[in-house]
């Protein structure tokens, strides 16, 4: 379609407004500003989302994102702004990054978590080995 490319692959189709592909197998992209790196059987169809590659990923919330891996699913259009990295996963709501393990750095170089409380809701600090959440200033 308008402005739509797949650059590579085999059995691969980028529909709608400027939609892209960049290699692969199977792979639909068919929403406004999205894009497919490469991977098997990965589909789009949400605006403005992506998927990087891996195995059959599918987005339909706008602004969704999915790393790579396998079988992770942003299936509810109302999930806008919702991320995966991992494996078979299932996006519980929007706003929000879904994973299979999340490590933190508590490094105190000042690279890692913060070690007091940062005064920004929601962020994540540490005291000691207690993890705190920030309810702001």
Do not use: E
């Not at 691969?12 to 892209?20: E, M, P, Q, R």
């Not at 699913?73 to 299979?100: E, K, P, Q, R, V």
């Amino acid at each position: 379609d308008l402005y739509s490319a797949v650059v590579g692959g085999i059995n691969n189709k980028a529909l709608g407004l400027s939609g892209f592909i960049g290699g692969g197998d199977t792979n639909i992209v068919c929403c406004t500003y999205s894009a497919l790196g490469g991977g098997q059987y990965g589909c789009i169809k949400s605006h403005f989302s992506g998927v990087g590659g891996g195995y059959c990923n599918h987005v339909c919330g706008s602004y969704g994102f999915i790393g790579a891996g396998c079988c992770n699913c942003i299936t509810d259009t109302s999930f806008t702004n919702a991320s995966i990295f991992g494996a078979d996963i299932t996006a519980l709501s929007g706003h929000t990054l879904h994973t299979n393990r999340l490590w933190l750095s508590a490094d105190d170089a000042g690279c890692g978590i913060p070690n007091a409380d940062p005064k920004v809701q929601g962020m994540i600090y540490r005291d000691g080995t207690a993890l705190h959440v920030s309810c702001g200033p």
